[in-house]
């Protein structure tokens, strides 16, 4: 079955960058949509960056400059690099897949950003 495993999070100061993994198997990878998204105490999960099959990308405008998604293939991964972190990026960020026409996700994963 679909599996997605994050890892990369961690507590960082304020200014500081992160880069968080997600490894996919059980899925062809090549052919699915990828995003990151978070979810922060009380509030609703939102869509942080995403990118296609063909390696178009967008973003939340809170991040648009800052951070970056993307892909590698051969290694069924995709990335999240987040430069200039604020405390306001604080969430679990979440890996999900768009595969055949169904969503997957992964466990999570906690980044944390101190002033």
């Known amino acids: 079955q679909v599996q997605l495993v994050e890892s990369g999070g961690g507590l960082v100061q304020a200014g500081g960058s992160l880069r968080l993994s997600c490894a996919a198997s059980?899925?062809?990878?090549?052919?699915?949509?990828m995003g990151w998204y978070r979810q922060a105490p009380g509030k609703q999960r939102e869509l942080v960056a995403a990118?296609?099959?063909?390696?178009?990308?967008n973003y939340a405008d809170s991040v648009k400059g800052r951070f970056s998604i993307s892909r590698v293939n051969a290694k069924n991964t995709v990335y999240l690099q987040m430069n200039s972190l604020k405390p306001e990026d604080t969430a679990v960020y979440y890996c999900?897949?768009?595969?055949?026409?169904?969503?997957?996700w992964g466990q999570g994963t906690q980044v944390t950003v101190s002033s």
């Open positions: 999900r897949a768009d595969y055949l026409g169904r969503n997957y």
């Open positions: 059980g899925m062809i990878f090549s052919i699915s949509g």
């Open positions: 990118i296609t099959r063909g390696d178009t990308t």
